[in-house]
Nanobody
Framework: QVQLVESGGGLVQTGGSLRLSCAPS????????MGWFRQAPGKERENVAA???????VYADSVKGRFTISRDNAKNTVYLEMNSLKPEDTAVYYC?????????????????WGQGTQVTVSS
């Protein structure tokens, strides 16, 4: 059974940093496109960043220059480094995997999802 397990969420002050990790289990995800999404209360789920197996990346405009997605295929782990956090970054963050090398940002394109980790940025 494929599982994606996120970790690293928490409470941080404005301007602070957090690093989220996503550790897939059940198979090797080195050839998968991996994405991070977030969903705030009352809002739709939105893509934050995605990374192809080759390392190509894409970011939402709202996080460019502040967030960095990366992957360590040897550890089968994907990361989201979040700096200069703002209260509007508060959301549940989800890791997702797509069985394709194509870099995509639409949530319906992804095949597997984690359970989410809460990120709260206090003002």
């Amino acid at each position: 059974q494929v599982q994606l397990v996120e970790s690293g969420g928490g409470l941080v002050q404005t301007g602070g940093s957090l690093r989220l990790s996503c550790a897939p289990s059940g198979r090797t995800f080195s050839m998968y496109t991996m994405g991070w999404f977030r969903q705030a209360p009352g809002k739709e789920r939105e893509n934050v960043a995605a990374i192809s197996w080759r390392g190509s990346t894409v970011y939402a405009d709202s996080v460019k220059g502040r967030f960095t997605i990366s992957r360590d295929n040897a550890k089968n782990t994907v990361y989201l480094e979040m700096n200069s956090l703002k209260p509007e970054d508060t959301a549940v963050y989800y890791c997702a995997a797509k069985n394709s090398g194509r870099l995509v940002i639409e949530s319906y394109e992804y095949d597997y999802w984690g359970q989410g980790t809460q990120v709260t940025v206090s003002s």
